[in-house]
Protein backbone atom coordinates (compact mmCIF):
# COMPACT_ATOMS: atom_id res chain seq x y z
CA UNK A 1 0.00 0.00 0.00
CA UNK A 2 0.74 3.45 -0.42
CA UNK A 3 0.89 6.24 2.29
CA UNK A 4 -0.21 9.60 0.94
CA UNK A 5 -0.05 13.08 2.45
CA UNK A 6 -2.04 15.92 1.23
CA UNK A 7 -1.78 19.13 2.30
CA UNK A 8 -3.88 21.63 3.05
CA UNK A 9 -6.03 19.95 5.13
CA UNK A 10 -8.58 22.51 4.97
CA UNK A 11 -8.59 26.10 3.89
CA UNK A 12 -10.99 29.14 3.59
CA UNK A 13 -10.25 31.21 0.41
CA UNK A 14 -11.72 34.62 -1.24
CA UNK A 15 -13.35 34.28 -4.15
CA UNK A 16 -11.20 34.99 -7.27
CA UNK A 17 -8.43 33.64 -5.85
CA UNK A 18 -6.46 30.57 -6.22
CA UNK A 19 -5.52 27.24 -3.99
CA UNK A 20 -3.07 25.15 -5.19
CA UNK A 21 -3.50 21.48 -2.82
CA UNK A 22 -0.22 18.94 -2.79
CA UNK A 23 -0.16 14.97 -2.64
CA UNK A 24 3.28 13.35 -1.97
CA UNK A 25 3.29 9.75 -2.29
CA UNK A 26 5.79 7.68 -0.54
CA UNK A 27 6.51 4.96 -2.68
CA UNK A 28 6.54 5.70 -6.82
CA UNK A 29 3.22 5.58 -8.76
CA UNK A 30 2.38 5.46 -11.86
CA UNK A 31 -0.83 7.02 -12.05
CA UNK A 32 -2.43 10.33 -9.48
CA UNK A 33 -5.79 11.14 -9.80
CA UNK A 34 -7.67 13.99 -8.38
CA UNK A 35 -11.35 13.85 -7.33
CA UNK A 36 -14.03 16.27 -5.82
CA UNK A 37 -16.91 14.98 -3.29
CA UNK A 38 -19.67 17.52 -2.27
CA UNK A 39 -21.22 17.24 0.76
CA UNK A 40 -23.10 13.60 1.00
CA UNK A 41 -21.94 12.78 -2.39
CA UNK A 42 -19.91 10.28 -4.30
CA UNK A 43 -16.65 10.83 -5.80
CA UNK A 44 -16.28 12.28 -9.00
CA UNK A 45 -13.12 12.36 -10.95
CA UNK A 46 -11.26 15.64 -11.87
CA UNK A 47 -8.54 14.11 -13.64
CA UNK A 48 -5.93 11.77 -14.33
CA UNK A 49 -2.09 13.15 -13.77
CA UNK A 50 0.19 10.93 -15.44
CA UNK A 51 4.18 11.84 -15.30
CA UNK A 52 5.77 12.99 -17.88
CA UNK A 53 2.19 13.82 -19.79
CA UNK A 54 -0.47 16.02 -19.68
CA UNK A 55 -3.58 15.61 -17.51
CA UNK A 56 -6.62 14.20 -18.83
CA UNK A 57 -9.69 15.69 -17.83
CA UNK A 58 -12.95 14.66 -17.64
CA UNK A 59 -16.26 15.85 -18.82
CA UNK A 60 -16.92 19.08 -17.44
CA UNK A 61 -13.50 20.09 -15.75
CA UNK A 62 -11.07 22.32 -17.86
CA UNK A 63 -7.33 22.99 -17.26
CA UNK A 64 -7.91 26.91 -17.15
CA UNK A 65 -9.73 25.96 -14.17
CA UNK A 66 -7.99 22.92 -12.44
CA UNK A 67 -4.48 22.80 -13.65
CA UNK A 68 -2.61 19.89 -12.12
CA UNK A 69 1.29 19.22 -12.29
CA UNK A 70 2.88 15.77 -12.25
CA UNK A 71 6.96 16.53 -11.87
CA UNK A 72 7.57 13.25 -10.80
CA UNK A 73 6.40 10.10 -9.94
CA UNK A 74 5.81 11.00 -6.35
CA UNK A 75 4.35 14.39 -6.57
CA UNK A 76 1.20 16.26 -7.81
CA UNK A 77 -0.31 19.23 -7.31
CA UNK A 78 -3.96 20.23 -8.25
CA UNK A 79 -4.67 23.89 -8.14
CA UNK A 80 -8.34 25.47 -8.38
CA UNK A 81 -8.46 28.57 -10.27
CA UNK A 82 -10.39 31.53 -9.74
CA UNK A 83 -12.46 30.38 -6.86
CA UNK A 84 -16.00 30.98 -6.28
CA UNK A 85 -18.45 29.22 -4.02
CA UNK A 86 -19.49 26.90 -6.29
CA UNK A 87 -16.02 25.51 -6.01
CA UNK A 88 -16.28 24.67 -2.00
CA UNK A 89 -15.72 20.99 -1.69
CA UNK A 90 -13.83 18.49 -0.43
CA UNK A 91 -10.98 17.71 -2.77
CA UNK A 92 -9.26 14.08 -2.61
CA UNK A 93 -6.09 13.65 -4.35
CA UNK A 94 -5.50 9.02 -4.81
CA UNK A 95 -2.92 7.75 -6.29
CA UNK A 96 -2.55 3.18 -8.32
CA UNK A 97 -0.40 1.31 -10.23
CA UNK A 98 -1.91 -0.54 -12.92
CA UNK A 99 -5.40 -1.99 -12.36
CA UNK A 100 -4.89 -2.54 -8.27
CA UNK A 101 -6.68 -0.44 -5.97
CA UNK A 102 -6.42 3.13 -5.50
CA UNK A 103 -5.24 5.00 -2.05
CA UNK A 104 -6.63 7.86 -0.73
CA UNK A 105 -5.08 11.44 0.59
CA UNK A 106 -6.49 12.30 3.56
CA UNK A 107 -8.54 15.35 1.53
CA UNK A 108 -8.53 19.08 1.28
CA UNK A 109 -11.80 20.61 2.92
CA UNK A 110 -12.07 24.09 0.66
CA UNK A 111 -14.70 26.76 1.47
CA UNK A 112 -14.58 29.78 -0.65
CA UNK A 113 -16.62 32.68 0.71
CA UNK B 1 -18.24 10.23 -15.93
CA UNK B 2 -18.90 6.16 -17.02
CA UNK B 3 -22.03 5.33 -15.19
CA UNK B 4 -21.55 3.13 -11.64
CA UNK B 5 -24.80 3.26 -10.00
CA UNK B 6 -25.18 1.62 -6.45
CA UNK B 7 -28.85 1.07 -4.82
CA UNK B 8 -30.01 3.51 -3.96
CA UNK B 9 -30.19 4.58 0.47
CA UNK B 10 -30.05 4.93 3.03
CA UNK B 11 -30.09 1.58 4.32
CA UNK B 12 -30.90 0.18 7.97
CA UNK B 13 -30.44 -2.98 9.35
CA UNK B 14 -30.61 -4.08 12.82
CA UNK B 15 -27.29 -5.65 14.45
CA UNK B 16 -26.15 -8.66 13.55
CA UNK B 17 -28.42 -9.07 10.19
CA UNK B 18 -26.52 -8.82 6.75
CA UNK B 19 -26.36 -6.11 4.74
CA UNK B 20 -26.41 -6.18 1.12
CA UNK B 21 -24.89 -3.29 -1.34
CA UNK B 22 -25.26 -3.79 -4.98
CA UNK B 23 -23.64 -1.81 -7.59
CA UNK B 24 -24.30 -2.19 -11.35
CA UNK B 25 -21.91 -0.48 -14.49
CA UNK B 26 -22.21 0.42 -17.83
CA UNK B 27 -18.67 -0.61 -19.18
CA UNK B 28 -18.50 -3.75 -20.37
CA UNK B 29 -14.65 -4.44 -20.66
CA UNK B 30 -14.47 -3.59 -17.21
CA UNK B 31 -11.72 -6.25 -15.20
CA UNK B 32 -11.56 -4.92 -11.87
CA UNK B 33 -13.76 -4.15 -8.64
CA UNK B 34 -13.13 -2.73 -5.65
CA UNK B 35 -15.41 -1.87 -2.65
CA UNK B 36 -14.68 1.18 -0.34
CA UNK B 37 -15.95 2.31 3.18
CA UNK B 38 -15.96 6.03 3.79
CA UNK B 39 -16.64 7.11 7.32
CA UNK B 40 -17.74 10.71 7.48
CA UNK B 41 -15.60 13.51 7.48
CA UNK B 42 -12.76 10.71 6.57
CA UNK B 43 -11.15 9.47 3.05
CA UNK B 44 -12.60 6.22 1.57
CA UNK B 45 -10.52 2.99 2.43
CA UNK B 46 -10.59 -0.36 0.51
CA UNK B 47 -12.31 -3.46 2.29
CA UNK B 48 -12.19 -5.71 -0.80
CA UNK B 49 -11.33 -5.86 -4.92
CA UNK B 50 -12.67 -8.70 -7.25
CA UNK B 51 -11.15 -9.63 -10.32
CA UNK B 52 -12.99 -12.78 -11.29
CA UNK B 53 -16.66 -14.16 -11.78
CA UNK B 54 -17.85 -15.60 -8.90
CA UNK B 55 -17.78 -14.55 -5.05
CA UNK B 56 -14.48 -13.66 -2.71
CA UNK B 57 -14.75 -13.86 1.11
CA UNK B 58 -12.73 -11.95 3.63
CA UNK B 59 -13.64 -12.29 7.21
CA UNK B 60 -17.31 -11.15 7.24
CA UNK B 61 -16.89 -9.33 3.79
CA UNK B 62 -18.14 -11.17 0.62
CA UNK B 63 -17.65 -9.89 -2.91
CA UNK B 64 -19.54 -11.45 -5.47
CA UNK B 65 -19.35 -10.40 -9.23
CA UNK B 66 -21.10 -11.17 -12.35
CA UNK B 67 -19.37 -9.36 -15.56
CA UNK B 68 -22.24 -10.69 -17.61
CA UNK B 69 -24.94 -9.07 -15.79
CA UNK B 70 -22.41 -6.44 -14.97
CA UNK B 71 -23.20 -6.45 -11.49
CA UNK B 72 -21.00 -6.36 -8.67
CA UNK B 73 -22.49 -6.66 -5.10
CA UNK B 74 -20.95 -6.95 -1.29
CA UNK B 75 -22.51 -8.72 1.85
CA UNK B 76 -21.72 -7.98 5.29
CA UNK B 77 -22.47 -10.77 7.49
CA UNK B 78 -23.10 -9.89 11.14
CA UNK B 79 -23.68 -6.39 10.71
CA UNK B 80 -21.96 -4.25 13.32
CA UNK B 81 -22.52 -0.40 14.92
CA UNK B 82 -18.77 0.06 13.62
CA UNK B 83 -20.03 -0.79 9.80
CA UNK B 84 -22.53 1.97 9.73
CA UNK B 85 -20.94 4.41 6.75
CA UNK B 86 -21.43 5.23 3.40
CA UNK B 87 -19.88 2.15 0.85
CA UNK B 88 -18.38 2.89 -2.37
CA UNK B 89 -18.30 0.88 -5.24
CA UNK B 90 -15.38 1.80 -7.86
CA UNK B 91 -14.68 0.38 -11.49
CA UNK B 92 -11.88 0.33 -12.79
CA UNK B 93 -12.00 1.52 -16.71
CA UNK B 94 -9.22 0.26 -19.38
CA UNK B 95 -7.32 0.84 -21.25
CA UNK B 96 -6.82 4.54 -19.32
CA UNK B 97 -7.12 2.65 -15.60
CA UNK B 98 -9.53 5.51 -14.80
CA UNK B 99 -11.34 4.64 -11.75
CA UNK B 100 -14.58 5.76 -10.93
CA UNK B 101 -16.86 6.15 -8.18
CA UNK B 102 -20.41 4.75 -7.49
CA UNK B 103 -22.93 6.94 -6.02
CA UNK B 104 -22.24 5.47 -2.92
CA UNK B 105 -24.79 3.71 -0.36
CA UNK B 106 -25.11 5.11 3.59
CA UNK B 107 -25.44 1.86 5.64
CA UNK B 108 -26.95 2.10 9.02
CA UNK B 109 -26.46 -0.64 11.73
CA UNK B 110 -29.22 -0.35 14.41
CA UNK B 111 -27.48 -1.61 17.76
Known amino acids: SAVISQKPSRDICQRGTSLTIQCQVDSQVTMMFWYRQQPGQSLTLIAT?????????ESGFVIDKFPISRPNLTFSTLTVSNMSPEDSSIYLCSARTGATEAFFGQGTRLTVV | QKEVEQNSGPLSVPEGAIASLNCTYSDRVSQSFFWYRQYSGKSPELIMS????GDKEDGRFTAQLNKASQYVSLLIRDSQPSDSATYLCAVNIEPGNQFYFGTGTSLTVIP
Open chain 2, 50 to 53: IYSN
Open chain 1, 49 to 57: ANQGSEATY
